[in-house]
């Protein structure tokens, strides 16, 4: 089901206009597109803002009436002629296949034109790349094909040579920070805060308010145990790291210490964390460079290994991950 059905975000309407134009001016035929993106930045409500426009029966110029049996029937998800596929975590078996030619060839009205939503497809699978290239070059089916996926995504090109693309674009981080600033209340946080939430969040404005609201407390506990590393025991690091959050708490550590490293450069203007530079001043006391390279190395294999090896054993490796921290980090020599 695709959520937030409502919602609309400024920076995804100059997208909205410029691809139903080009569904415009290509007469409303058979086209299949493609919208790439590198962050979060809403791509289902803009591709489900395009279906509505697409089925609406009341649309003016760009609007959609959002009232009429095809709006309320693709706000529902039970539209007979739309067809989502979340491939977000998941990759797209047989099974979707044969509802894909069952809503193609199979289905009563045939002569109804049809779209298929993939989100987030990756087209890793040679016969299904193949099959979805098929109806691609059969024109007799009436159905547009949206794909979204994230930028650096590999596409065969004889898939690719056959779609229209569109890109998100990215947003700098004024535009995002006035965003936030109009759209919520965000008086218990700093100007430095907030922008440190949006690099974090790789400019995604949607993630950063996520970060902001549901996990900040978490970051401040983590500063919070950095700045008292000198007290705490190993037993004291390993408790507060082997938790629900262990993944969240090691993607921050990596971007502390590949700040704390530029920070040893006098690169301050580039940091992710531009609101903990007393953290760095204290790190200075006792890190070298070359300690800060191993353990920048440790941290994210520790991550690498966690997140791919299936089974593996967790408390051993944050053990010997706390143990090495720990040694290269009051190695003074
Ligand atoms: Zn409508």
Redesign the pocket.
């Known amino acids: 089901m695709i959520k937030k059905k409502s919602i609309w975000y400024p920076w995804l309407t100059k997208l909205y206009k410029n691809i139903i134009n080009f569904y415009k001016k290509k007469n409303y035929k058979n086209i299949n597109i493609i919208i790439k993106y590198k962050c979060n930045l809403g791509i289902n409500i803009l591709i489900l803002k395009l279906i509505?426009w697409i089925y609406?029966?009341?649309?003016n110029n760009y609007n959609?009436?959002?009232?009429?049996l095809?709006?309320n029937l693709i706000n529902k998800n039970s539209h007979p002629n739309f067809y989502y596929i979340n491939c977000l975590n998941k990759k797209i078996d047989i099974s979707y296949i044969r509802k894909i030619n069952y809503l193609l060839v199979n289905s009563l009205n045939i002569s109804v034109f049809k779209i298929i939503y993939f989100r987030d497809f990756i087209f890793d699978n040679f016969y299904i790349n193949n099959f979805l290239l098929k109806y691609m070059e059969e024109s007799s089916y009436k159905f547009m094909f949206i794909f979204s996926c994230f930028d650096n995504t590999n596409i065969p090109f004889n898939i690719l040579s056959r779609l229209y693309k569109f890109k998100i674009n990215y947003l700098s981080e004024k535009k995002i920070f006035n965003w936030l600033i109009n759209n919520y209340n965000l008086n218990n946080f700093s100007y430095k805060s907030i922008i440190s939430s949006i690099r974090l969040s790789n400019n995604s404005p949607l993630s950063s308010i996520k970060l902001l609201n549901n996990f900040w407390y978490l970051r401040l506990t983590l500063l919070n145990n950095l700045i008292n590393i000198h007290k705490m025991t190993i037993i004291n690091i390993i408790n507060f790291l082997d938790n629900d959050y262990l993944i969240i708490n090691l993607y921050w550590l990596s971007t502390i210490f590949i700040d704390f490293i530029k920070f040893k450069f006098n690169n301050i203007k580039n940091l992710f964390n531009i609101d903990v530079i007393y953290l760095f001043n204290y790190f200075n006391n006792f890190l070298n460079i070359n300690n800060s390279y191993l353990i920048l190395n440790k941290i994210i294999c520790l991550n690498n290994n966690i997140k791919n090896i299936f089974n593996i054993n967790k408390n051993i490796l944050i053990y010997e991950f706390v143990c090495y921290f720990y040694t290269k980090f009051f190695d003074k020599g």
């Open positions: 509505k609406c029966l009341y649309k959609i009436c959002n009232k009429c095809n709006c």
